[in-house]
């Protein structure tokens, strides 16, 4: 089946949001609020708004969403929504974890001031292992360098988990570290070129 690599569609909205549903902690993944909440914390914000900025793996013959990788531009307003919107959308559901996503936003907020484009990505349970992955973050990429953004982050837990290798075989620097062992995670994006070769030469 052949994967197109594309923008963000609003037909898209639900294989995104099941995706990050899906994929959340086993505990968060059965119950109907509960995927919705983690769909509020992890990709609501990024497909409400700032759309322009979320690339999408699709299926090309049936449009069914394999990944996507959300990310915004825009601090201001990231954090500005997270503390009128969506935190308090999540308390008001009576989740203790609208705390954490404010958290989040503050980290985020401060490496935006720096470096530019932060950003999520997410594979469907049933197509990982076909990398996608590193297809999404080479789209990513070229996306913000024609905007002008000159390097892409993320903010992963440990140096043990899986997400780390990944994004550090990848190129992905690391420049901070958090309470917790949280690591700040950075790729310069004058190097994209050679990864746009590598993985979405066709």
Known sequence: MSILIREYRETDRDGVRKICADTAHKRYTVKP???????????????EKEPQNVIVAVEEDTGYV??????STDAELFINSQKKIY??????KKWYLGVFNGICANVSHKLDGKYGGGFHINIATDRQGEK?????????????KERGVKYMY????NRKTRGYGFYTHYGFKEVKRYFLGSLALV?????????KNKYLSY
């Open 33 to 47: 609020k509960l995927r919705d909440i983690m769909c509020n914390m992890y990709v609501d914000y990024y497909i």
């Open 87 to 92: 935190t308090p959308m999540i308390k008001k």
């Open 187 to 195: 790729f310069d994006l004058e190097n994209i070129e050679e990864k």
């Open 154 to 157: 993320l903010v992963t837990q």
């Open 132 to 144: 996608l992955g590193p297809k999404l973050l080479t789209a990513m990429g070229l996306h913000l």
């Open 66 to 71: 394999c990944g996507y990788i959300v990310c």
